[in-house]
């Protein structure tokens, strides 16, 4: 059973930072990443990483955020930088495997508000 298991977010300020992390149970994938969505909105990806550390980010968080990988331990990270209010969601890991199956973490809350 594979599974992705999120941390890192909770209630900041605009401007303010977090750290997202995403541990999942086995390496199997050819990329991870981050999608969100708010409340009566669809969910968007917001940054995507490869297996080789290729990335690509929504126009929107370009500059303010950085999504990196660390394969030895499984896990994705998402530094947040800059946050802005229009960033409240719920952020979910996400991984595709190389045999192109998709899974989705539970989700963890970001709130920017003052």
């Known amino acids: 059973q594979v599974q992705l298991v999120e941390s890192g977010g909770g209630s900041v300020q605009p401007g303010g930072s977090l750290r997202l992390s995403c541990a999942a149970s086995?390496?199997?994938?050819?990329?991870m990443g981050w999608y969100r969505q708010a409340p009566g909105k669809e969910r968007e990806l917001v940054a995507i990483?490869?297996?080789?550390?290729?990335?690509t980010y929504v126009d929107s968080v370009k500059g303010r955020f950085t999504i990196s990988r660390d394969n030895a331990k499984n896990t994705v990270y998402l530094q947040m930088n800059s946050l802005k209010p229009e960033d409240t969601a719920v952020y979910y890991c996400y991984a595709k495997s190389y045999d192109y199956t998709t899974y989705w973490g539970k989700g963890t809350l970001v709130t920017v508000s003052s």
């Open positions: 086995r390496n199997i994938f050819r990329t």
């Open positions: 990483i490869s297996s080789g550390a290729t990335t």
